[in-house]
């Protein structure tokens, strides 16, 4: 599937029937610290950029998004009878319904099932990790964890990524092997952490082990939001859907 500017279409596996896309800055309406195409509409934007730009993105991509209202928490929703609500994934097994959330700096995890009949996507900064947001939407499946695959997409990488100790003993309570997911930071006290690994551990804890993606850093890629970065900015939007 061709997409326009330079929207990324992820690298993974993934039945024939799935499609997938990752909006980048490119291609929209909007002015100032959010041009150009920004589809996030809580952020300040003008609202009407904000309207135009998602819907050219339904027009290009031939399906219908499901817009949540995302508050870093670990509701799943159904994407056909819940649009609009407050959850920070989605799920659906309905055609042309693409299950869709919005990013700037925190990791989208698009999720399908290897028969192509099933598809999710994730919002899950380090807060959602932490709270089980990918668990959360494995146990929506009707398929077992081992028949799905997971694509990581892009967030901010541990070169950026600064916390604070209690991030770091957030996952390590849960997971020891999180660990392996922080180095220490040049400030005392501080710790880089890995989104990307952590993500990699909880889905394998929860026996999702075809992972896939992890490899762009929205800090560093000035194609992508970032809050981290530009603090006043737009939302770029990691979508998936069945044909």
Same mark, same amino acid.
């Given at each position: 599937?061709?997409?326009?500017?330079?929207?990324?279409?992820?690298? !993974? %596996?993934? %039945?024939?029937? $799935?499609?997938?896309?990752?909006?980048?800055?490119?291609?929209?309406? =909007?002015?100032? %610290?959010?041009?150009?195409?920004?589809?996030?509409?809580?952020?300040?934007?003008?609202?009407?950029?904000?309207?135009?730009?998602?819907?050219?993105?339904?027009?290009?991509?031939? *399906?219908?998004?499901?817009?949540?209202?995302?508050?870093?928490?670990?509701?799943?929703?159904?994407?056909?009878?819940?649009?609009? *609500?407050?959850? @920070?994934? =989605?799920?659906?097994?309905?055609?042309?319904?693409?299950?869709?959330?919005?990013?700037? @700096? *925190?990791?989208?995890?698009?999720?399908?099932?290897?028969?192509?009949?099933? $598809?999710?996507?994730?919002?899950?900064?380090?807060?959602?990790?932490?709270?089980?947001?990918?668990?959360?939407?494995?146990?929506?499946?009707?398929?077992?964890?081992?028949?799905?695959?997971? !694509? +990581?997409?892009?967030?901010? =990488?541990?070169?950026?990524?600064?916390?604070? +100790?209690?991030?770091?003993?957030?996952?390590?309570?849960?997971?020891?092997?999180?660990?392996?997911?922080?180095?220490?930071?040049?400030?005392?006290?501080?710790?880089?952490?890995?989104?990307?690994?952590?993500?990699?551990?909880?889905?394998?804890? *929860?026996?999702?082990?075809?992972?896939?993606?992890?490899?762009?850093?929205?800090?560093?890629?000035?194609?992508?939001? =970032?809050?981290?970065?530009?603090?006043?900015?737009?939302?770029?939007?990691? +979508?998936?859907?069945?044909?």
């Amino acid at each position: 599937m061709p997409l326009p500017f330079d929207w990324l279409a992820p690298d !993974w %596996p993934a %039945p024939s029937n $799935v499609k997938s896309c990752v909006t980048t800055v490119s291609g929209g309406l =909007s002015q100032g %610290p959010y041009a150009s195409f920004n589809l996030g509409d809580h952020v300040g934007d003008d609202k009407m950029a904000v309207a135009h730009n998602r819907q050219f993105l339904a027009q290009q991509l031939h *399906c219908q998004p499901t817009w949540l209202e995302q508050v870093h928490g670990t509701a799943v929703a159904d994407a056909v009878t819940h649009m609009r *609500c407050t959850a @920070d994934a =989605s799920i659906t097994q309905q055609k042309g319904i693409a299950c869709c959330v919005m990013t700037a @700096d *925190c990791l989208p995890v698009l999720f399908c099932d290897q028969q192509g009949t099933q $598809v999710a996507a994730a919002h899950a900064g380090w807060r959602g990790l932490a709270g089980g947001m990918l668990e959360q939407t494995v146990k929506q499946f009707t398929t077992a964890p081992d028949q799905l695959m997971a !694509w +990581l997409g892009p967030a901010i =990488s541990q070169a950026a990524f600064e916390v604070g +100790l209690q991030v770091r003993d957030a996952f390590m309570s849960q997971h020891l092997e999180a660990e392996q997911a922080f180095v220490p930071s040049v400030n005392q006290g501080k710790w880089m952490a890995d989104l990307y690994q952590l993500a990699r551990i909880r889905l394998a804890s *929860c026996g999702v082990h075809q992972v896939y993606g992890g490899g762009e850093c929205t800090y560093y890629d000035q194609r992508f939001y =970032s809050y981290r970065r530009n603090s006043v900015t737009g939302r770029f939007a990691s +979508l998936i859907w069945l044909d």
